[in-house]
């Protein structure tokens, strides 16, 4: 079970302002450069003002702006007749940059580093790269968890509003960085398996 799972009653929620973007000519892939390039900018400013603790409050309110762009971007591309090779780059590119110019800022933070979060940044490019393998393989875009992209913006978004509210934290918290990335190679894992078993024809062997 993932976060992802709830991604249809988001998106009925959005369906009326994503019909008055449509007639008013926005295209996904505008909405879809919007969210990347106000992630890069989001992560470059935090990570600027680091040292200003509530600064991090930025990541948690961008990441909600943000899954809605990504909502609203796949609703214009399938129900108003814009996808498109360029789209689909586009959209899988955008996704692990913003990913890792919003999660980037937190190796500035004790007891977080740069070892633990780019092993997380690396995974996490991982997890995406193994989904859209699930569909070059014959079968579909994979999104199984337990840590898709869905779950790590809740996780980072509650770091950032931690970070953000909070004296310095606990040396514990670190631990949660190793965990986080063995929940990646888990995901890496299952949508790979789960791209195998889909893409193989009845009664082929394994």
Do not use: H
């Not at 992802?4 to 009326?16: E, G, S, T, V």
């Not at 913006?153 to 004296?167: H, P, R």
């Amino acid at each position: 079970m993932t976060i992802y799972a709830l991604k249809p009653r988001f998106q009925n929620l959005l369906r009326p302002l994503v019909g008055r973007l449509a007639a008013g000519g926005v295209t996904a892939n505008q909405v879809t450069l919007v969210a990347a390039l106000g992630s890069i900018a989001v992560g470059a400013g935090v990570a600027w003002g680091a040292a200003c603790r509530p600064i991090f409050l930025a990541v948690p309110l961008w990441l909600l702006v943000r899954m809605a762009l990504n909502a609203i971007d796949g609703m214009l591309a399938r129900e108003f007749a814009q996808k498109s090779r360029l789209g689909f780059y586009l959209n899988e590119i955008a996704d692990v940059v913003s990913d890792a110019a919003l999660y980037a800022p937190f190796a500035l933070v004790a007891p977080f580093g740069p070892l633990g979060i780019g092993s997380v940044i690396v995974l996490a490019v991982l997890t995406e790269f193994a989904g859209v393998l699930g569909a070059a393989a014959g079968g579909e875009r994979r999104y199984d968890g337990p840590m898709g992209k869905s779950d790590r913006a809740a996780v980072f978004g509650a770091l950032g509003l931690w970070v953000g509210i909070s004296a310095p934290l606990p040396d514990w918290v670190g631990w949660g960085v190793p965990a986080i990335a063995v929940l990646l190679a888990l995901t890496v894992v299952n949508r790979v398996r789960a791209g195998l078993v889909e893409a193989q024809p009845i009664g082929a062997p394994r």
